[in-house]
């Protein structure tokens, strides 16, 4: 199962990417959702991470931060352990990055503490996990697909293991369950 082999390929990766693409494919969340995050949405007591803004980068503006796609779309997602801990450890890296870096560290970032971010604390340019996911995948050789199909594959793994659509629409926060359902129908 390509799913598989992918987690193992993550194996590999630095420890922001392996959080970045795992993130996407055991949360199904959007990757301006995912650039969004900040330290605070980690609920590490509860295991659940809160979807409350989006990242995102338009030319002429630069990388902005926005509402989420809908309203549906601010949701808490339950997160796994394995995500937790690695999460976990990536916050003492970045922290780490961040005390060497000392005054070169983006100043905003006390106040919007972004989970991922440019080498100075700044958040991370959208492109930027699509770009290293085709380096992962072609060095791993497995198929050349995008970073939301890391979504779909959530979706369906979700599916295929019995979750009902009004739960797999919550979870993508999908404003209508006929969206999942148009997108999902072939795994219903």
């Known amino acids: 199962h390509q799913a598989l082999q992918f987690m193992k390929a993550l194996e590999g990766e630095s420890l922001e990417y392996r959080?970045?693409?795992?993130?996407?494919?055991?949360?199904?969340?959007?990757?301006?959702?995912?650039?969004?995050?900040?330290?605070?949405?980690?609920?590490?007591?509860?295991?659940?991470?809160?979807?409350?803004?989006?990242?995102?980068?338009?030319?002429?503006?630069?990388?902005?931060?926005?509402?989420?796609?809908?309203?549906?779309?601010?949701?808490?997602?339950?997160?796994?352990?394995?995500?937790?801990?690695?999460?976990?450890?990536?916050?003492?890296?970045?922290?780490?990055?961040?005390?060497r870096l000392g005054d070169k560290w983006a100043k905003e970032w006390a106040e919007h503490p972004r989970l991922f971010t440019q080498w100075d604390g700044k958040p991370m340019h959208p492109n930027a996990p699509y770009q290293e996911l085709q380096k992962l995948l072609k060095r791993s050789g497995l198929p050349k697909v995008s970073l939301h199909s890391l979504r779909h594959t959530n979706a369906t793994l979700l599916i295929r293991n019995g979750a009902d659509v009004r739960t797999v629409s919550g979870r993508l926060g999908h404003s209508q369950t006929s969206t999942t359902m148009n997108i999902y129908a072939e795994f219903l």
């Open 19 to 99: 959080v970045v693409f795992s993130t996407l494919l055991l949360t199904g969340m959007r990757r301006g959702e995912l650039l969004g995050l900040e330290w605070p949405d980690i609920d590490f007591d509860a295991g659940v991470i809160h979807i409350r803004r989006t990242s995102q980068y338009a030319p002429g503006a630069g990388i902005y931060t926005d509402t989420t796609k809908t309203e549906q779309s601010m949701r808490p997602l339950s997160a796994p352990a394995e995500l937790l801990s690695m999460l976990r450890q990536y916050r003492v890296e970045q922290w780490e990055r961040r005390l």
